[in-house]
């Protein structure tokens, strides 16, 4: 996906505050079966077109710190970023669209990640889910939920990574899309 992992890895990110943090909300569960779905959600104000356009313009990706973007947005496409205009092999985040829903959702799945990511080699077994839901007022909720992890200290790394920096994509998406208006 995206922004949010080039965005929590790239050079000079400035973590945001635990008051801002107080309005992204969990929603996370475990399932019966003991899998985890890490859901974490923020209510934007604004439609939804601004918020799908973090994920699936080139442009807005490369102005919100990823220096290469690609975007093949379809069944099957591609979604891809770099922390360089030309990166080299392993050097990007690169995600399978498996199916979209334009300006509602957008699922996607890890085919690709740079070193450093805690868990990396778990990674392409979490599907990701973006969800866009309008609300009233002009209030689009915003959400991010990964599926798949695995009851157990092998998939811890991969969460509390994903728990812990989500939020901050979140807070910038909605800073983004109210400055917007």
Request: net charge negative; hydrophobic share 40%; with cysteine.
């Amino acid at each position: 996906m995206k922004a949010i992992l080039a965005g929590v890895l790239a050079a000079g990110l400035v973590a945001t505050t635990g008051a801002t943090h107080a309005q992204v909300h969990d929603a996370s569960f475990n399932a019966p079966g003991g899998q985890r779905t890490l859901s974490q959600w923020i209510d934007i104000d604004g439609a939804s077109a601004c918020i799908w356009k973090q994920f699936t313009d080139e442009a807005t990706i490369r102005a919100s710190g990823a220096a290469m973007a690609r975007v093949d947005l379809r069944n099957g496409g591609l979604l891809e970023e770099g922390f360089s205009a030309h990166p080299a092999p392993g050097e990007t985040i690169r995600h399978q669209i498996i199916t979209y829903l334009p300006e509602r959702l957008l699922v996607l799945r890890n085919q690709a990640t740079p070193a450093g990511l805690p868990g990396a080699e778990l990674y392409p077994n979490i599907v990701q889910i973006i969800a866009l839901e309008p609300r009233e007022g002009g209030v689009t909720r915003l959400t991010l939920a990964h599926t798949g992890y695995a009851p157990g200290a092998s998939h811890d790394q991969l969460y509390t990574f994903f728990h812990d920096h989500n939020p901050d994509f979140l807070i910038r998406a909605k800073k983004a899309c109210e400055s917007a208006r």
